[in-house]
């Protein structure tokens, strides 16, 4: 699975790297957690870099509560009804530039960092919703009941990141991983069709490196640059 990354290049560098401009102010994030609003780019809108929310509400859910899937399975997206509109046509470019597993360690979780060789920027592979209070959906929010829903009348808009088999790098630290992108695959996930992208959602094939480190990245509250330190396994 994948249950945290990190993004801290500088945004100029995140910008160049995938060809897209910030819609609103970047900050570093080194602690990157399911249900934080963060940062995508849309086959609709590929020259912008919006937040959304991690945490897929499939558009069907009776509440913005339910569901909220921060992973999903390459091998069974045409299957699942959760994913299955999503896969067809709202793909998204996830921008990382580490992701964290645990391992069991001596009756404990050892939590460690895996990156490209250089820190170097990747895209993962994502799938995006927009979910819409009921009332909106049928045309009654005006006359339905006012005052404070919770959030439940709002709109919000939320994604998945797409998992498969792990790659040698991984496999000794968790059973899958992330689906990470080449840069010419970026394009072609985007905007293909799903005979053609399906193709993509191999193990990562190029180097990565591992190392342990500290049990601070177990609280999505501790998000500084001490979280990518390494300790002693």
Not at 120 to 137: H, I, N, S, V
Not at 160 to 179: F, K, S, Y
């Amino acid at each position: 699975m994948c249950g945290r990354y990190s993004l801290f290049a500088h945004p100029a560098d995140i910008e160049a790297r995938f060809d897209a401009a910030f819609d609103f102010e970047f900050e570093a994030r080194y602690n990157a957690a399911p249900s934080q609003s963060l940062p995508v780019i849309t086959g609709e809108d590929p020259d912008t870099i919006q937040r959304m929310e991690w945490g897929l509400v499939p558009s069907f859910a009776e509440s913005r509560n339910d569901h909220g899937y921060i992973n999903a399975r390459a091998e069974t997206l045409s299957e699942k009804r959760s994913f299955a509109d999503a896969y067809e046509s709202r793909r998204c470019l996830v921008p990382a530039d580490g992701m964290y597993e645990w391992v069991e360690q001596n009756g404990s979780k050892q939590p460690y960092r895996v990156a490209l060789p250089d820190d170097d920027l990747f895209a993962m592979a994502g799938l995006y919703e927009r979910w819409e209070p009921p009332q909106r959906q049928t045309g009654l929010g005006e006359f339905g009941a006012s005052g404070d829903q919770g959030g439940q009348d709002e709109v919000v808009e939320t994604f998945t990141i797409v998992t498969t088999e792990p790659n040698d790098t991984v496999a000794d630290l968790h059973h899958r991983m992330a689906v990470i992108l080449s840069p010419d695959e970026e394009s072609q996930w985007l905007t293909g069709d799903t005979d053609t992208v399906a193709d993509l959602l191999d193990p990562y094939g190029d180097p990565m490196r591992t190392y342990p480190i500290s049990t601070a990245v177990n609280s999505p509250s501790n998000d500084s640059p001490d979280i990518i330190e390494p300790v002693d396994g």
